[in-house]
């Protein structure tokens, strides 16, 4: 009697310790939630080796889920689909591990054509399983189907490419690629296409952030107090660049960073000229009050910031003596908000889209917010 009772509780000992190894898996800080559950039912312990994700899920369910209709669907027997289905858990999330799990799930695509996308760019270890599912999931949220497929396969392929911290800005720039009908659309220089690479990807939505600060931080109005006056000494044209248009032009022609300083022109800290000769560009000039109370000359480049010919520096010069320096007043402002229009007509689509206005993407113009989006 007492070896039958032996023989019999070997497979249930057997059972434990695997359900046991499996439930060390899970993160830390959910294995409490986590046991509890398992212990309501057999069927529901059965989770953590058939579907560790759902078992996650329905132990620690995201906000807004109420999980107790799925897990009397599971203790019924019901099939892992209809199980799923329930609980909001996409099937193809049963082939990672307990480890990926660092957080309640959030609402992620499980179409038919998306599950046999992502499947063939699951992560390939452990641990990089959290940081993963958190590139796909941010992906899927804020962009489209198709863009979190393809961080899947840049986060295995490139994994250390994959900016946490910048993937707001990422998805705004692979939504709005998608969208040429929108303003931020027309705002893009190199639009997302399923080919590119992680870093080609990174480096087309910084260069599209730039813009949009640019147009944000000027507005629609061009510039009315570019403090010096136009003229001509040397042989070269002194211009003021007081558009955005006319900025954009210099920065593409002489393959600059000009496009950076909307935040210095909006608060008056420094104004921008470009010098040409018989038509031609010959450098970029940047005039400030910098440590000191005269304007003075703070960069002079020529193009790709080579440096700028000696007999530019001369020009540029006497062209900036032949003002009464002392009587210029810049007006530099300690705060200069963003353009409000042109922030309305830039997000409002995403914003229609999400039906809805994110907390990081207020409707009212912030610098907070938008500095966040490049952190």
Request: with cysteine; aromatic share 8%.
């Amino acid at each position: 009697m007492t070896s039958s009772l032996s023989r019999a509780s070997r497979p249930e000992a057997a059972r434990s310790r695997l359900l046991e190894r499996q439930l060390r898996r899970y993160q830390k800080p959910f294995q409490s939630a986590v046991r509890a559950l398992a212990r309501r039912h057999t069927r529901l312990a059965d989770l953590a080796a058939s579907f560790p994700a759902l078992l996650f899920a329905l132990a620690v369910p995201r906000l807004g889920v109420k999980p107790e209709p799925a897990i009397a669907r599971v203790i019924q027997g019901q099939s892992l689909a209809e199980i799923a289905a329930a609980a909001g858990i996409p099937l193809w999330l049963r082939k990672l591990s307990p480890e990926a799990l660092a957080r309640p799930i959030r609402k992620l695509p499980d179409g038919a054509l998306f599950r046999r996308q992502i499947v063939n760019h699951l992560p390939p270890s452990t641990k990089l399983a959290p940081a993963w599912l958190e590139a796909v999931t941010d992906v899927a949220t804020f962009a489209h189907e198709a863009a979190a497929v393809w961080i899947a396969r840049e986060f295995v392929r490139e994994p250390k490419h994959v900016e946490p911290a910048r993937l707001r800005l990422l998805s705004l720039w692979l939504w709005f690629s998608c969208q040429p009908e929108t303003f931020g659309y027309t705002l893009i220089d190199k639009p997302w296409t399923l080919d590119m690479r992680i870093g080609t990807a990174f480096t087309a939505a910084n260069a599209w952030h730039t813009t949009l600060e640019l147009h944000l931080n000027l507005g629609h109005q061009p510039i009315a107090d570019v403090w010096l006056r136009a003229g001509r000494v040397g042989g070269y044209d002194f211009l003021p660049l007081t558009s955005i248009a006319a900025i954009i032009e210099e920065a593409a022609a002489m393959r600059n960073c000009v496009r950076t300083y909307g935040n210095s022109l909006a608060h008056n800290r420094s104004r921008l000229w470009s010098l040409r000769r018989d038509g031609e560009r010959i450098a970029t000039l940047c005039v400030a009050a910098r440590n000191e109370p005269l304007l003075n000359i703070v960069e002079l480049r020529g193009p790709g910031n080579a440096e700028a010919p000696i007999d530019s520096w001369w020009a540029a010069r006497q062209w900036l003596h032949m003002h009464d320096l002392p009587q210029i007043k810049t007006g530099r402002r300690e705060s200069a908000p963003l353009d409000r229009a042109t922030w309305i007509a830039l997000w409002r689509p995403y914003w229609l889209a999400q039906r809805r206005i994110p907390n990081w993407l207020p409707i009212v113009p912030s610098r907070t917010a938008l500095d966040a989006l490049d952190a």
